[in-house]
């Protein structure tokens, strides 16, 4: 029984601690992308597809609006008038200059078969390009968006992590009452200190 016990416990460890390992390695992979200066989308159409399927992560660093090329994609809001009221990560297909001075550009999908029904001028100095893709990662993000799913996720490894605690509080109180039990004692009626003692006789 004791060893039964034993391997239960040992095995609630080792699920902690990949918990923790999970959850870290998580924690990580959220936050690293930002630190090193990119911005983080998730492809949720398939416009891109031949290049960024649908499900993938792109990760783009801001460059300066002058410095962007034909066949650079980026992530930008199409103008208003557009009809598209959602981010989109399209190729740039054509820069050129109004008679304002302004860069004009034209995007299109990879996948599609027309370019873009609209021209537009990007308001900000700088723009997010995207560098890097991940695929299928963005499923995860997509259904971590979901408040049920996002509580099972961070829930359950914080549930085992909150029980590991319990069993090592339970366990080492445990201990500190064996130890108060095995412990010398002194039955009542009998001194402290039973030493050798010296029978005197009267003379």
Request: negative net charge; hydrophobic residues 45%; aromatic residues 4%.
């Amino acid at each position: 029984m004791q060893r039964i016990k034993h391997q239960a416990a040992r095995l609630l460890g080792l699920t902690g601690n990949l918990a923790l390992v999970v959850v870290a390695l998580a924690c990580a992979a959220y936050l690293l992308p930002h630190l090193l200066g990119y911005e983080r989308y998730v492809i949720t159409g398939g416009s891109m597809s031949g290049s960024i399927e649908k499900g993938s992560i792109v990760f783009e660093r801001p460059r300066p609006v002058e410095e962007l090329a034909v066949g650079d994609v980026i992530t930008y809001l199409p103008p208003a008038d557009s009809g598209v009221a959602n981010l989109v990560t399209h190729r740039i297909v054509e820069i050129e200059t109004d008679e304002r001075g302004e860069l004009v550009m034209r995007t299109k999908g990879d996948a599609n078969a027309d370019v873009d029904p609209w021209t537009f001028s990007l308001v900000d100095d700088v723009q997010p390009v995207v560098e890097h893709t991940v695929p299928k990662v963005g499923y995860l993000l997509i259904a971590l968006a979901d408040r049920e799913v996002r509580m099972l996720v961070i829930g359950v490894p914080a549930a085992i992590i909150a029980l590991l605690a319990l069993v090592e509080l339970t366990r080492n109180l445990a201990g500190m009452w064996v130890e108060r039990g095995t412990g010398r004692t002194t039955p009542p009626g009998r001194p402290a200190h039973a030493g050798r003692t010296r029978e005197l006789t009267a003379p």
